[in-house]
């Protein structure tokens, strides 16, 4: 009888031979000892860090396709190198390099969740990898010691190897009785499967029931996408905890004592240096002069963003939290002052509902309009927010916030011709119409849009008074962010930290009362720091939870900090004769120091001019912020 369609004989004898049993004791060998390390690394994860146990199975499980690879590896070394004693080095080599790279890998995990709260990213990693002389600098490590560590522990783990490989390797045994057809099926069959496993992780990785790896190549599959940034799931569960203890512990005034409303005016795109009462060579705020020179207002010079764009710069206004602290669920601004006994109402340019989620994290209000509500108006015309605020009913005498946003200075919004009072002008939106050698049809387009904005203010407030609002009320102006118009290179916004886009203005206008907001506030102040001023104004305590500090405490704060896409930095106060600005690009790897006392534009980098010790801690303020800036490097811009 034909025996072409069994195995072969000798296949046979020597499967008897070798004892199934000990076979499947050897194999089982490894699988135990493969997991040995994830084990210890999985307790630590679960327990200690606030994880859900679902992690477990989906980490097993991709783990177990790497040790089949590695197995299907060893095959095919063992076929590729006759000598067994040089082939067992090389096996060894390449299973202390798998090892010794899943040690860096779980380090890193832990200390990622132990500093940050979030598993790291591979950005995150190679970014980390690319400036590794500043990141030891920063951390008082010498490189050379660093490498000197790494090598020895590969070579303690790759003796271990050695030995274990000499005394229980079973591939190797398996491998002469085996022929050559089956061996390349073998191969080819299972090196196929774990292509086919890593294709269904690629497609659907397990981020919501945050296995780690997952959460490493896929860090945006677990966040929540705000514009140019995001929200991470782990950081968001921790930071909301606090949130929800610091809103469950929050003490509201007193029924019965006055309560003034309070008029937030936020204009999208707004810089200070192009507006008049800031010193700019036009004259593009005539009505805000005008309050100014009959000392009415308040004007807060040195202000910055958190970010360089809408959504994170809102977000952050109204959460006094800078990016990397973001949460889910932040105690907002409307939602104390909800608690001290506010009507809040949201009448807003532009389209915040389908914005990033914009309106689900300003918190529950009590009225929301924005332009995507507006029918017969496009959606970023400030005269749907002028013509929604006359049709609301004269003031009750109930104490009520009112947040408006107008788009008159976004490159986007409407711009009306009765306002076009520098020509010729040209939109900057499209990157065509940016190359010409001389912007000055930018900048008369973008200034024109400031003359708007000021008249839109102007017609705002004066609907309000008319209504009652202002008998007793703060009106505080600012910005979300600020604009690029072709220094650097760029224009709109979103796409740098420069000052440009960072800078944005401040002004108080107290009607019907004496306000505390007089004398010199701090030489700088952050976008953080505007609610906890309003709310130090209004006599409120400020949640626990807020990063800002009132301006009305002269007491100089030692850093605030930015980020916007790829690049992060702080702000250093703490010298009193100079006003510090560093950040680090994590695309380019170029580090960047400013003194903005002496230069203001950022026109001469002198970071190889500052002192060592002053870098370092700077580099370690900044570290902080890596984790955002490299998980916000998957998101689309729009």
Not at 418 to 427: H, I
Not at 602 to 631: C, F, H, T
Request: hydrophobic share 45%; charged share 15%; with cysteine.
């Amino acid at each position: 009888m034909s025996t072409s369609w069994v195995f072969p004989n000798s296949l046979l004898f020597a499967m008897f031979n070798m004892r199934t049993t000990q076979l499947i004791r050897l194999a089982g060998m490894d699988v135990a000892v493969w997991y040995c390390i994830p084990s210890i690394f999985l307790f630590f994860y679960v327990h200690y860090h606030a994880v859900s146990s679902e992690a477990i199975g989906p980490h097993l499980y991709l783990l177990l396709i790497g040790l089949l690879s590695l197995v299907l590896s060893r095959l095919v070394l063992y076929r590729l190198i006759p000598d067994r004693r040089v082939a067992h080095i090389v096996t060894s080599c390449v299973i202390s390099a798998v090892l010794l790279s899943m040690l860096l890998y779980y380090g890193l995990v832990l200390i990622g969740l132990g500093s940050w709260a979030r598993v790291i990213s591979w950005d995150l990693i190679t970014s980390y990898t690319m400036q590794l002389p500043g990141l030891m600098d920063s951390l008082g490590v010498p490189v050379y010691v660093m490498f000197a560590l790494f090598a020895v522990v590969y070579v303690a783990l790759t003796y271990a190897t050695h030995a274990y490989i000499q005394r229980f390797e079973w591939v190797s045994r398996v491998l002469p009785v085996i022929p050559g057809w089956l061996h390349l099926f073998i191969v080819t069959a299972g090196f196929a499967v774990c292509s086919i496993a890593v294709y269904r992780f690629m497609q659907s990785p397990p981020v919501q029931k945050s296995e780690p790896l997952s959460l490493t190549f896929f860090p945006m599959f677990a966040a929540r996408d705000l514009q140019g940034h995001a929200i991470d799931k782990i950081m968001a569960q921790k930071l909301d905890r606090l949130e929800d203890a610091a809103r469950s512990s929050y003490m509201a005034k007193k029924e019965g004592l006055g309560k003034r409303n309070l008029i937030l005016i936020v204009v999208d795109a707004l810089r200070p240096d192009h507006m008049g009462i800031y010193g700019y060579r036009r004259n593009t705020t005539p009505n805000l002069a005008h309050m100014i020179q009959s000392g009415q207002a308040r004007i807060v010079k040195n202000v910055r963003s958190s970010c360089g764009e809408s959504a994170c710069g809102l977000l952050s206004l109204a959460s006094s939290k800078f990016v990397y602290q973001f949460s889910n669920k932040p105690f907002t601004l409307q939602q104390v002052l909800r608690r001290q006994g506010y009507q809040v109402q949201m009448i807003l340019g532009g389209d915040h509902t389908s914005f990033y989620g914009l309106k689900e994290l300003y918190g529950e209000v009590d009225s929301y309009f924005d332009g995507s509500m507006a029918t017969g108006y496009y959606v970023n015309d400030d005269q749907l927010v002028l013509d929604h605020t006359g049709r609301l009913p004269s003031w009750d005498g109930k104490p009520v916030m009112m947040q408006f946003h107008l788009m008159s200075t976004h490159v986007m919004g409407k711009r009306h011709g009765r306002f076009a009072q520098y020509a010729p002008s040209e939109n900057y939106m499209f990157h065509a119409n940016r190359i010409a050698k001389n912007n000055d049809k930018h900048i008369n387009f973008y200034d024109n849009g400031v003359v708007q904005a000021d008249a839109v203010i102007h017609d705002l407030l004066a609907a309000l008074q008319s209504k009652g609002y202002l008998k007793d009320a703060l009106v505080v102006i600012t910005a979300d962010h600020g604009e690029a118009l072709g220094e650097h290179g760029l224009y709109a916004h979103a796409n740098s930290v420069r000052e440009e886009a960072l800078r944005i203005p401040l002004i108080f206008i107290p009607y019907g009362y004496q306000s505390g907001l007089r004398g010199e506030f701090r030489t700088a102040a952050a976008q953080v720091d505007i609610a906890p001023t309003i709310l130090a104004e209004f006599g409120f305590s400020i949640p626990s939870t807020w990063a800002g500090s009132s301006m009305q405490d002269t007491q100089r704060k030692s850093y605030s900090y930015f980020q916007e896409g790829q690049a992060a930095g702080v702000i250093d106060y703490r010298d009193p004769e100079n006003l510090w600005k560093y950040w680090f690009d994590a695309k380019s790897g170029h580090e960047h120091a400013y003194n903005l006392t002496r230069d203001p534009m950022e026109k001469d980098n002198v970071i190889s001019q500052v002192a060592s010790g002053l870098k370092q801690d700077w580099r370690l303020q900044q570290m902080q912020l890596m984790p955002g800036i490299q998980d916000a490097s998957h998101l689309r811009r729009e």
